[in-house]
């Protein structure tokens, strides 16, 4: 629910009828909304010139009389945009400015934006190099260093299919990548591993393309959704035409398996599953009814943590039979998120506010609380404290995403073992942290077969220890070890390591 930032949400739009395609992006980002509110901005081009706009929060609301306004400050029939959460760089609201996205960088007058959902894991070699290289770099974000990396390495090979390669080659980590050049020209590409997702989409008349992190942001456009975006694929949209090609193929891919719990919208289709999200949740929800059926057995009623957790109480309740009441509710304009707020009352305060428990039906009853995941546990357990005071007698927690052992090195904000309720205690233990009687996880074979992906097409990083770039793995068994050896983690493991 309101435990942990996302990542970020792109968009990508080429016009070949020479139409304003900032309304495009506009609606393309609103649906995408949900994977950032730190900040938001589009680039657009027009004539030789790039035109940005960028701003904290939430994509704004637009009236109708401003519409015009914007597509002038906008114009162009290329443009790329972003919804934005940090997993680098300093959180303060000048830092966050400075590294809202599409972010620009220029060097002898060559220029190019890129807007992009990942995260660099070499990151402070590639900032030493570059630094070294170019001289200081004022962003503390990995954004930076892959616009500047790729600027250079555009101006070396004078060739965007090959500066991508050299990015692919070089650059460990995830990056689902749209980006203007300054010639007006679109380019699209993904990492190796196709960790984050993308696809393409187009308009009946197939006269304008569109690329989104999510299929809503092209459902939202009434645009056909017709292929991903494939790992290692570099797609240029120009005056000449549309140019595809596959410029890394390294046989397996790694699509994030935690977008199928929790960051993706329900109605979205990720890369290659060709079902809705919801449905793969419900199936969730089957398979937590099918594998813990004696405490099913044991229990009054169904309840879900809101709302990502809905699809799978509803699978479980379809599967069980057993009731499914809709006791908690989110108030839905409260939108302080728990997270940044500093202390642990404050906190406490927040979530209270923000979920509301309907009592007069909980008293003395035996639930089923459905969860997608278990980060910190800190907010889980804010709710079974106010489920306890409301009158339940016994609390199982169901939870769709298997536990989660690591961090995460690809752009979702777990950094640190120290701040994973699960590395280093079990699901016996975390049940009494949390104030819960039993804590029951997805079991991981299950969980990949509701996704319908095979194993090797997923990362399961952060619930297996074991992460599919070297780099990421390497620091993860060092980091570990000297976590479980009590040296103190001072911040983000790929950023602290060197
Ligand atoms: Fe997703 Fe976990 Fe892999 Fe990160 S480590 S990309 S959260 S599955």
């Given at each position: 629910?309101?435990?942990?930032?996302?990542?970020?949400?792109?968009?990508?739009?080429?016009?070949?009828?020479?139409?304003?395609?900032?309304?495009?992006?506009?609606?393309?980002?609103?649906?995408?909304?949900?994977?950032?509110?730190?900040?938001?901005?589009?680039?657009?081009?027009?004539?030789?010139?790039?035109?940005?706009?960028?701003?904290?929060?939430?994509?704004p609301?637009?009236?109708?009389?401003?519409?015009?306004?914007?597509?002038?400050?906008?114009?162009?029939?290329?443009?790329?945009?972003?919804?934005?959460?940090?997993?680098?760089?300093?959180?303060?609201?000048?830092?966050?400015?400075?590294?809202?996205?599409?972010f620009?960088?220029?060097?002898?007058?060559?220029?190019?934006?890129?807007?992009?959902?990942?995260?660099?894991?070499?990151?402070?070699?590639?900032?030493?190099?570059?630094?070294?290289?170019?001289?200081?770099?004022?962003?503390?974000?990995?954004?930076?260093?892959?616009?500047?990396?790729?600027?250079?390495?555009?101006?070396?090979?004078?060739?965007?299919?090959?500066?991508?390669?050299?990015?692919m080659?070089?650059?460990?980590?995830?990056?689902?990548?749209?980006?203007?050049?300054?010639?007006?020209?679109?380019?699209?590409?993904?990492?190796?591993?196709?960790?984050?997702?993308?696809?393409?989409?187009?308009?009946?008349?197939?006269?304008?393309?569109?690329?989104?992190?999510?299929?809503?942001?092209l459902?939202?456009?009434?645009?056909?959704?017709?292929?991903?975006v494939?790992?290692?694929?570099?797609?240029t949209?120009?005056?000449?035409?549309?140019?595809?090609?596959?410029?890394?193929?390294?046989?397996?891919?790694?699509?994030?398996?935690?977008?199928?719990?929790?960051?993706?919208?329900?109605?979205?289709?990720?890369?290659?599953?060709?079902?809705?999200?919801?449905?793969?949740?419900e199936?969730?929800?089957?398979?937590?009814?099918?594998?813990?059926?004696?405490?099913?057995a044991?229990?009054?009623?169904?309840?879900?943590?809101?709302?990502?957790?809905?699809?799978?109480?509803?699978?479980?309740?379809?599967?069980?039979?057993?009731?499914?009441?809709?006791?908690?509710?989110?108030?839905?304009?409260?939108?302080?998120?728990?997270?940044?707020?500093?202390?642990?009352?404050?906190?406490?305060?927040?979530?209270?506010?923000?979920?509301?428990?309907?009592?007069?039906?909980?008293?003395?009853?035996?639930?089923?609380?459905?969860?997608?995941?278990?980060?910190?546990?800190?907010?889980?357990?804010?709710?079974?404290?106010?489920?306890r005071?409301?009158?339940?007698?016994?609390?199982?927690?169901?939870?769709?995403?298997?536990?989660?052992?690591?961090?995460?090195?690809?752009?979702?904000?777990?950094?640190?073992?120290?701040?994973?309720?699960?590395?280093?205690?079990?699901?016996?233990?975390?049940?009494?942290?949390?104030?819960?009687?039993?804590?029951?996880?997805?079991?991981?074979?299950?969980?990949?077969?509701?996704?319908?992906?095979?194993?090797?097409e997923?990362?399961?990083?952060?619930?297996?220890?074991?992460?599919?770039?070297?780099?990421?793995q390497?620091?993860?068994?060092?980091?570990?070890?000297?976590?479980?050896?009590?040296?103190?983690?001072?911040?983000?493991?790929?950023?602290?390591?060197?």
């Amino acid at each position: 629910m309101m435990k942990l930032k996302e990542h970020c949400g792109v968009y990508g739009v080429y016009s070949y009828n020479d139409e304003s395609v900032f309304p495009l992006l506009y609606w393309g980002l609103i649906a995408q909304n949900h994977r950032g509110h730190e900040s938001h901005g589009f680039l657009t081009y027009k004539n030789g010139r790039f035109h940005r706009h960028v701003n904290l929060g939430l994509i704004p609301e637009i009236k109708a009389k401003n519409v015009k306004d914007w597509m002038k400050k906008l114009p162009g029939n290329v443009g790329i945009g972003n919804v934005r959460y940090g997993t680098s760089g300093l959180s303060d609201e000048k830092s966050l400015l400075l590294d809202a996205q599409p972010f620009i960088s220029e060097y002898e007058r060559k220029r190019i934006g890129i807007s992009y959902n990942g995260n660099v894991v070499n990151n402070p070699q590639l900032r030493a190099e570059l630094t070294e290289r170019y001289g200081k770099i004022d962003s503390t974000s990995d954004v930076a260093l892959l616009t500047l990396y790729l600027l250079h390495k555009l101006r070396e090979k004078g060739d965007i299919f090959e500066a991508a390669r050299e990015c692919m080659e070089n650059v460990e980590g995830a990056y689902s990548l749209a980006g203007l050049m300054d010639d007006g020209t679109l380019f699209i590409f993904r990492d190796a591993y196709g960790l984050r997702p993308l696809c393409m989409g187009t308009n009946a008349q197939r006269t304008c393309y569109a690329f989104s992190s999510e299929s809503v942001g092209l459902d939202i456009n009434n645009f056909l959704n017709i292929s991903d975006v494939k790992p290692g694929e570099v797609i240029t949209l120009s005056e000449d035409g549309i140019e595809r090609k596959r410029i890394v193929s390294i046989g397996c891919r790694a699509l994030c398996s935690f977008e199928f719990s929790y960051f993706a919208r329900p109605d979205s289709i990720l890369n290659g599953t060709n079902k809705p999200v919801y449905e793969i949740r419900e199936e969730f929800g089957r398979n937590l009814g099918r594998e813990y059926s004696e405490i099913v057995a044991d229990a009054d009623m169904i309840l879900s943590i809101p709302e990502t957790a809905n699809d799978a109480s509803y699978g479980l309740h379809e599967e069980t039979g057993l009731r499914w009441e809709r006791l908690l509710w989110r108030h839905r304009f409260i939108t302080h998120r728990a997270f940044i707020t500093p202390s642990i009352g404050e906190r406490y305060g927040i979530i209270n506010r923000k979920v509301n428990i309907l009592k007069n039906k909980l008293k003395g009853k035996r639930i089923i609380v459905v969860e997608d995941s278990i980060v910190r546990g800190d907010t889980t357990k804010i709710i079974i404290k106010k489920l306890r005071s409301a009158g339940a007698k016994k609390i199982h927690l169901f939870v769709t995403f298997p536990r989660i052992i690591g961090p995460c090195f690809y752009g979702i904000d777990m950094a640190t073992y120290g701040e994973l309720i699960g590395s280093t205690h079990t699901p016996e233990e975390i049940a009494k942290i949390i104030g819960a009687d039993t804590v029951n996880y997805q079991p991981i074979d299950m969980f990949i077969k509701a996704i319908g992906l095979r194993r090797s097409e997923l990362c399961l990083g952060c619930v297996t220890g074991e992460y599919p770039t070297p780099l990421a793995q390497k620091i993860a068994i060092e980091m570990k070890e000297k976590f479980l050896k009590g040296v103190k983690e001072t911040g983000r493991i790929y950023e602290t390591y060197l």
